[in-house]
């Protein structure tokens, strides 16, 4: 028993690195890149890595501004490694950053807190849905919320530290996650941390403590270093371009007055699952509390009597205003961004998983919250229960499409959304308070293991990418010229095929027209239920394959009308 006590923190990363493995890591080869976002930053780092350049991205040919290196260059080392461009090697450093964002957050809580607050937090932190989907997506998102997380949670701790050391060592790590977060998608590396960490200075008292000279100057220092070179080559070689594209980029005012605000809350409370229930709940609780500290902010607007509170607290209560601080503030760049912006809402899954944890964490070892964690554990559970109900028994009713991948899915649909979710009932009815806890995991690690790659095929067979790779597959085996006509750019088709692709977006058929009359040995991907329209235009073309959604066309070299009535058309065959 004192081995076991000796060696936890080895015990816990060990699980940690199991579970992140199952979760993050297997089977991240299953499936192909997904449209638009993975093919997009595949494509342009692909790119990089051909032409041997690492400072300039270009998307399809064109130059490209919206996004920093710091991915590419990740991939493409990464890819480096592997000997080769494949899946694996291309999502390998997100699944890592995910498991390395996993390990530090429960170091970094259980220097402040207690092992067991920290393994409770880390967590909800590492199996709530958004983590789990975007650690096998090679995006940006999921770089930025890790680096971003741990920029803010490094200064929360200097608040728990004494040792003026410790503190400058944790302040410096501040500004070398806030650098990679700038490198990884931009300002917003910057104003997201600094924000919520200004406001927690304020609130807790301790301003002075962010305006230590030294801190400052080494702080500037690492930002300088890390994303300056970058920023100081785009802007001698592309000058007001590059400014321009920034401004852009990061306008607040195209984004007001936040249109999606419904749809980015929906977003992550989906994302937070199965732990979004106990987190209304319990972020409903404390709004009360949360008014009557702003307000007596404003009354008592004075930092010594501000830290006077601050040191009544204890940590607990210290660690719970922060994260809520930190919530709020983020909540606050999400809405004005909105849902187009995932990796602002992926960001909210760090504070919203320490609050839910140190509710979760009272009702397991203080047998409190009861009620709480009852409604917010039996309303998820019904619903799964009512899912799987209409997934075995009412597939009837569902189109074919959908039935045909769901007859794979019925096994697993009663293991995941029918067994494991009464297993959390019975266990919440029963004040099983470890079980209706564990109950979750099991859930999101199932999800993981048995139906994730399902629906990652099920987006890419019925979002049409299956086709897009196809019909860029055919262009590159023939040699042809490829064009997509339809609504957005879909990347696939840039990612797959070996030439640039000349994407038209207005679905203008007067285009379409005159580029398959000027190009008539090229291939022209569009959308199957637009065909209809190209017809009723008068456009004559070739059919050459069909896929779900998509279908590949051709100049047609002859007209239908003028043929005699014994003449056969060529019949294309592939």
Known sequence: MNYIKKYTIII???????????????????????????????????????????????????????????????????????GKISLEAVRMPISITAFAGVILLYLSVRTILTKKYAFIISLIFATNLGIIIFSRLATNDLIFSITTMLSVLFSCINLFIKTEKTKYIYWCLVYVF???????????????????????????????????????????????????????????????????????????????????ILKTISIFLIGFLPWSFSFLWIIGSRIKHITNTIISYFKENSQDKLNEKWKKLNRIEKFLSINTIIFFTGLVFTLIYGAKYTYLILFLMYPSSCISGIYWYDYIIKRRHDRSIFIATIIPNLILI??????????????????????????????????????????????????AFISNIILM??????????????????????????????????????????????????????????????????????????????????????????????????????????????????????????????????
């Open 12 to 82: 816990y990363l060990v699980f940690f690195l199991i579970l992140c493995f199952l979760m993050y890591f297997i089977n991240m080869g299953g499936y192909a890149f997904i449209d638009t976002d993975e093919t997009k930053f595949v494509s342009v780092a692909k790119d990089m890595l051909n032409r041997n350049d690492w400072i300039n991205a270009y998307l399809n040919g064109e130059r490209w501004f919206d996004s920093p290196p710091l991915l590419f260059w990740l991939i493409n080392i990464s890819c480096l490694i592997f």
């Open 178 to 260: 806030a650098g990679l977060a700038v490198l990884s998608t931009g300002i917003l590396g910057l104003l997201i941390p600094f924000s919520a960490i200004l406001i927690i200075y304020i609130f807790s008292g301790n301003l002075k403590e962010l305006f230590k000279i030294k801190n400052i100057i080494s702080g500037l220092l690492i930002l300088a270093i890390l994303v300056l070179p970058w920023y100081i080559i785009m802007l001698q070689k592309y000058g007001v371009n590059f400014i321009r594209e920034i401004i852009s980029n990061y306008n607040v005012i195209k984004y007001l007055p936040g249109k999606n």
């Open 386 to 435: 009512i899912c799987s109900l209409i997934g075995l028994f009412g597939h009837n009713y569902l189109n074919k499409l959908i039935t045909q991948d769901l007859v794979t899915l019925i096994i697993p649909l009663i293991i995941v959304f029918f067994v494991i979710p009464v297993f959390g009932i019975f266990a919440v009815l029963l004040k099983g308070r470890k079980p």
């Open 445 to 574: 690690l199932s999800l993981t293991f048995i139906i994730t790659p399902v629906f990652f095929n099920f987006m890419i067979t019925n979002g049409g990418e299956k086709d897009l790779i196809t019909f860029a597959t055919f262009a590159n085996k023939d040699k042809a010229e490829l064009a997509g006509f339809m609504p957005s750019k879909k990347y696939s088709l840039t990612y797959y095929y070996d030439n640039i692709v000349e994407f038209h977006e207005n679905n203008d058929t007067q285009w379409l027209n005159k580029y398959l009359t000027e190009h008539p040995k090229a291939y022209v991907i569009t959308e199957i239920k637009d065909l209809w329209k190209i017809e009723e235009q008068g456009i004559q073309y070739m059919l050459l394959d069909s896929g779900k959604r998509y279908c590949m066309i051709q100049h047609m070299p002859y007209d239908i009308k003028k043929m005699g009535n014994n003449e056969t058309p060529e019949v294309i065959v592939y």
